[in-house]
């Protein structure tokens, strides 16, 4: 069973669409037992049977006496007829039945029958089912399933003070985020502590980050740490197609949380209800404007002593009502970002908790190989190895499973299709370009795998990197080198097949952007200098832009841009060039080891080049997808 607490407004609480009530088999049963009734207690006792075999016996003079009612004629032979003594039979008019009754010397009598069951049958009942299923809609559009007359009611879910059972122990890889709302779960613990200086808590706790990082664990495990009530809702529940019901909402959440405090109150996916209030030629929304300005008023109306805490996740806080974000209501945002190498160990270990491993798998190479991962990347990490181990009838989980996984979620699932010779050597060489690049080039991330077997949507084959120390910054070479890998892999084709293919289709992608990036946007160009010419404003954790397509400048500069991302490109290329040219046997030996193998670890790649190995395993931080085909 869920653990939510039972009022109104808890969807538990109300019966499951599609099931019968309880009032509805009641009214069936009783009228079973009716018809029963009539059948075996009110029926008229003897042989039935049909008024001439009645009128011959009167004739014959076999009836001793009947008794007659408005329907039936019912009455007793002077002796048994066919086994039985008693008769009955349907009433036909016949003026004539009592003269032939008195002319054969039979006794007669009338009788009165009510016909009160008849009545009940015919009126009673039907009244009483109109009025139980008038009854049963009207709760059901009154009821917490989105009935008509409960548009007003908010949908939150309510998790009672020891349903949550998450704590901060639960929660790993956020450190600075998790030490900010330490301070939320005290104060919620003990609020003297802070009223009685005179302080004041923060009203709104907004965590943004990237999608997958633990934001709404956060929450829960606050609520858990605290033992208080815990409100949760999304943001689009506010909203529907009647005007004015996502602010009676609004209002119906903050009345039950302050019947509940101290509690908290948790909104997912804020940007969908508080985007920024902007007047559009077309017209704008106004319910969903009404539902914005209904909770900033409720937040303002807020008695910040009766200790309830509003918390909000997004991962497009730019997005955002600046109203939403100033002192007095969501006045402290933690950021809640992907951990680094340590905390991705930590991860790790928690979902590995119920999962059992072999011995050999160690989990600090694992976070290290998982660069750029979330906590939600990394859970899915550990049960597609558990999946790929019980697949295999395995009793544990093998580090070999973990890095099946890693592949197949950065790379895409292994496809067993058959490729021609021809375009098995064409990716090869290609790979084969990118690794000598990325291995040649110092300063570069060391070469991890490369692998020419399809994967993924069209993905030919890929070479992966992972980086030995975490890093925040690029400088212009870096970029530089890291446009020479890209395109190490069309080189390569030009250099040993004279010809180019269609492979190189998502490295010249990346590579073009790279290129634009430093000179738009990062001012990496002599020719134009430092000047962001770049239209767009891009999402903080999103790849989304939500500007113009284009920067404001004239189209000389518009030239000058498209000449100097040409030339950037081309030195790449040339770099590239002269790497492959000066080791044309390296290029063959490692183009014929991965067609005989078609997957080849980092350090026999180094081992061939005769290139020094890795000088510790990869420890860290995000790096870009490793260059294929696409």
Not at 155 to 182: I, M, N, P, T, Y
Not at 331 to 351: F, T
Not at 505 to 533: C, F, H, K, P
Request: charged share 25%.
């Amino acid at each position: 069973m869920n653990p939510r607490d039972k009022r109104p407004g808890d969807r538990r609480s109300f019966p499951q669409p599609g099931r019968p009530g309880a009032a509805v088999w009641y009214v069936l049963g009783f009228l079973l037992l009716m018809a029963l009734a009539q059948t075996w207690f009110l029926a008229p006792a003897g042989r039935q049977i049909s008024y001439s075999e009645f009128k011959a016996a009167v004739r014959a003079g076999q009836i001793a006496e009947v008794v007659i009612s408005e329907q039936t004629v019912r009455g007793a032979y002077k002796s048994e007829v066919n086994g039985s003594r008693n008769f009955n039979t349907a009433r036909i008019e016949d003026p004539k039945l009592l003269e032939e009754l008195d002319a054969t010397g039979v006794r007669y009598t009338g009788e009165f029958v009510s016909r009160w069951l008849p009545e009940v049958i015919g009126w009673v009942i039907p009244i009483v089912l109109l009025f139980a299923l008038w009854s049963f809609f009207v709760r059901r559009m009154g009821g917490a399933e989105g009935g008509v007359m409960s548009f007003a009611r908010s949908k939150h879910r309510v998790f009672a003070e020891d349903d949550v059972k998450v704590s901060f122990a639960d929660v790993a890889g956020v450190d600075e985020a998790e030490q900010e709302l330490k301070e939320i779960v005290e104060f919620l613990q003990n609020p003297k502590k802070y009223t009685a200086l005179g302080g004041r808590i923060p009203k709104g706790v907004l965590l943004v980050g990237p999608p997958g990082t633990g934001k709404t664990l956060l929450a829960r495990a606050v609520a858990g740490e605290a033992k208080v009530p815990f409100f949760s809702l999304s943001g689009s529940e506010f909203v529907e197609m009647f005007v004015g019901v996502g602010a009676a909402r609004v209002r119906d959440l903050f009345s039950q949380a302050e019947q509940k405090a101290p509690c908290i109150i948790f909104i997912d996916e804020l940007d969908a209800l508080g985007r920024a209030r902007v007047q559009s030629p077309m017209g704008s929304h106004e319910e969903r404007e009404q539902t914005l300005n209904q909770l900033l008023a409720e937040m303002d109306g807020f008695d910040s002593r009766k200790a309830i805490i509003i918390m909000a996740a997004t991962n497009r806080p730019e997005v955002l009502d600046p109203a939403l974000l100033r002192p007095g209501r969501f006045d402290r945002q933690v950021l809640v970002d992907k951990p680094d190498v340590k905390g991705r160990e930590e991860v790790l270990r928690i979902h590995t908790r119920q999962v059992k491993l072999a011995q050999g798998v160690d989990l600090k190479v694992v976070a290290a190989r998982t660069a750029g991962f979330a906590g939600a990347d990394l859970a899915n990490l550990v049960n597609e190895a558990a999946l790929l181990a019980a697949r295999k009838d395995k009793g544990a989980v093998e580090m070999a499973d973990f890095d099946e996984a890693i592949d197949r979620l950065i790379a895409g699932l292994e496809k067993k299709r058959v490729m021609s010779r021809k375009e098995r050597e064409i990716v090869a060489y290609h790979e084969s370009g990118h690794a000598i690049v990325a291995t040649l080039i110092p300063g570069m991330d060391p070469v991890h795998k490369i692998s020419i077997v399809q994967r993924g949507f069209g993905a030919l084959g890929y070479t992966m990197q992972l980086p030995l120390e975490d890093r925040y910054l690029m400088q212009r070479r870096d970029l530089l080198n890291q446009l020479a890998v890209l395109l190490g892999g069309r080189t390569a084709e030009e250099i040993a097949l004279g010809e180019i293919s269609t492979g190189a289709q998502n490295d010249l992608l990346r590579a073009t952007d790279i290129a634009r990036a430093m000179v738009t946007e990062w001012g990496m160009s002599d020719a134009l200098g430092a000047i962001n010419y770049d239209g767009h404003k891009r999402s903080k954790f999103l790849d989304i832009a939500i500007g113009p397509e284009r920067g404001a400048y004239a189209e000389d500069t518009a030239r000058l841009i498209d000449a100097e991302v040409k030339r950037i490109m081309t030195e790449a290329h040339a770099e590239a060039r002269r790497i492959l040219t000066e080791h044309p046997d390296m290029l063959e030996a490692v183009t014929r080891r991965l067609l005989e193998q078609e997957v080849m670890e980092g350090n026999e790649l180094r081992a061939i080049l005769g290139v020094p190995s890795a000088a510790a395993e990869p420890s860290s931080e995000k790096t870009p997808l490793p260059p294929g085909l696409s």
